[in-house]
């Protein structure tokens, strides 16, 4: 037999041999894992998509994802949500997770298992490695948990906005490479539908890089920054004159802390010969415009 492999730049795979000479699964369930393996993280289709996707039926994708369920490649968990709810999540996996019937290796030999049969992962295992930590002595673990998150995420969005642009096709590592990009547009609060009207529209012919397409319009006409919100302008009243104070409670002249008379520059005297003057005025209104002695 001769095999005759082409190089390959993009849109590939790289699976265990192992995994793919497994005897022990048909070749029916040895595809179906190979298709599983090449779709990116975040991927959702279940059996029933397999099936109608497929030349086979329902029942010979059943069968293939029981043997791969047993076989340690395939798993399905469910996960009880805080609100009560179940979601289920599947796990897909290039070597087994556990192996039913595999032979562990005695302790100071060598490994007597069968010939062809896949390592084993060991789910349990504690890294030899300590993880690394701040300056402060706590685990970054949950910091790159969440990057990761914020990773898959975009990848699983910049997807769906492709997948109707068969022009598009990118491969997981392309996507990783876009996802920065993406995860900026999220932060800035855009959503599927403004990328798709920033990345389908409009595309050239032919289509020579779409990785290089998609990255310079995801930078040209990335929106622009949220402002930051303005804290909203807070005050108390005091809680007998009512005037303007700083934080609730009474004001300083309430408490005979400060005098409330007005005393920058001359306001007092110019507002005390005001007031005389107006008594004036009015006296001589009420007088017919007489002293008031005489009045008198």
Request: charge should be positive; hydrophobic fraction near 35%; proline fraction near 9%.
């Amino acid at each position: 037999m001769r095999v005759h492999r082409t190089e390959h730049v993009r849109n590939f795979t790289v699976l265990p041999n192992c995994m793919l000479q497994y005897r022990r699964l048909s070749y029916t369930a040895r595809g179906l894992l190979a298709d599983l393996l090449s779709r990116p993280d975040g991927w959702r289709e279940d059996g029933r998509h397999m099936a109608d996707s497929s030349p086979q039926g329902r029942g010979a994708i059943r069968k293939a994802l029981k043997e791969l369920t047993d076989a340690g490649f395939y798993r399905v968990e469910k996960i009880r949500m805080p609100d009560g709810t179940i979601r289920t999540e599947t796990h897909v996996y290039d070597t087994p997770w556990s192996a039913p019937d595999a032979t562990r290796p005695a302790p100071g030999g060598a490994a007597a298992g069968r010939a062809g049969s896949p390592p084993v992962k060991n789910r349990h295992k504690q890294p030899s490695l300590p993880a690394s930590s701040t300056e402060d002595g706590r685990p970054e673990e949950r910091e790159e948990a969440s990057e990761a998150e914020e990773v898959r995420e975009a990848v699983a969005t910049l997807f769906r906005v492709i997948r109707s642009e068969p022009r598009l096709c990118l491969g997981e590592a392309e996507a990783h490479e876009l996802a920065p990009l993406v995860a900026q547009w999220l932060e800035r609060g855009a959503t599927r539908t403004d990328l798709a009207h920033a990345l389908l529209p409009g595309l050239p012919v032919p289509m020579h890089s779409a990785t290089a397409v998609l990255r310079y319009r995801l930078e040209h006409k990335m929106p622009p920054a949220r402002p930051a919100a303005r804290p909203a302008a807070r005050y108390a009243e005091c809680a007998k004159c009512h005037d303007p104070v700083p934080r609730p409670g009474i004001c300083r002249p309430c408490a005979g802390l400060t005098s409330g008379v007005l005393t920058a520059g001359k306001g007092a005297e110019v507002a005390i010969a005001g007031a005389a003057r107006v008594r004036t005025a009015l006296r001589s209104a009420m007088t017919g415009g007489r002293p008031a002695h005489i009045a008198a």
